[in-house]
């Protein structure tokens, strides 16, 4: 069986037959005059014959020069076809997210319309996932999620923003709950804890420097929640003091319905679009950039 040719040796002839010269060529491939040069020494050197002859300042194809064109012609066509036809396809399809139910509710929900008004090719379907977030599920392309490095090899992450952690709560809980110092409060407050970011807690009081014994005593006699969007809704109901991304109760803070007295926290988390292996990077690409304007916006 012959062996073929590379493609960018084909690419670079068929350039050159086009257009009569190798610096035409060269500017249409987005290369140098070099390049194409050596290609096309390549591709003579595989078939051991001259596919070209000087032609005024131009090339002119040989008779196994004019032999070769038409195949390799028809066959960058079919190429390209193909790969039109399946771009569309891949268009066509909706590309669907998935997100923790917390920050579908408390974030994505209220600019859905303008996502979609904006990037009305991408058919976005949203779907609420709290258990799987990892975006190999054959059903999702992607997911939205606050995630710390070291992140998988075989997934492209696209980092939107730090994640800040925040303690908040009503104004009706901190009246009656000292605040004046972090280890004062942990001593009086019902702590609002969630299973499934066990580390939230610690992070803000190693930073508060709050000794662990206080703190494990707070949380023995708090509440623990299975998810993020249980514990705010608690959190809002008055039960206690919440540990929670600033993202997802900032418009609580800004209408007063939840306090923070101390300043927000940054992780070593991040929110990030997490693109499913095999998927369309480009239409990832036009969603993360969407994102990362929105989030900039506040």
Known sequence: MTSLPSLNALRAFDAVARLGSVTAAAEA???THGAVSRQLRTLEAHFG???????????ALTAHGRLLQPSIREAFARLAAGCDALSRQLESQPFTLACPGSLLARWLIPRLDRLNADLPALRLRVVSSEGELDPRRDDID????FAAPPWPEDIAVFPLQSERIVAVATPAVWAHTSHHTAAAMLGEATLLDTASRPQAWPQWAAAMGVEPTTLAAARQRGRTFEHLYYLLEAALAGLGVAIAPELLVSSDLFQGRLVAPWPALETDAALGLWLAPGRERRRGEHLAAWLARELAAG
């Open 142 to 145: 992607a997911t939205l999620r």
């Open 29 to 31: 491939l987005h290369v």
């Open 49 to 59: 014959t001259p596919l070209f002859d000087k032609s005024g300042r131009g090339l």
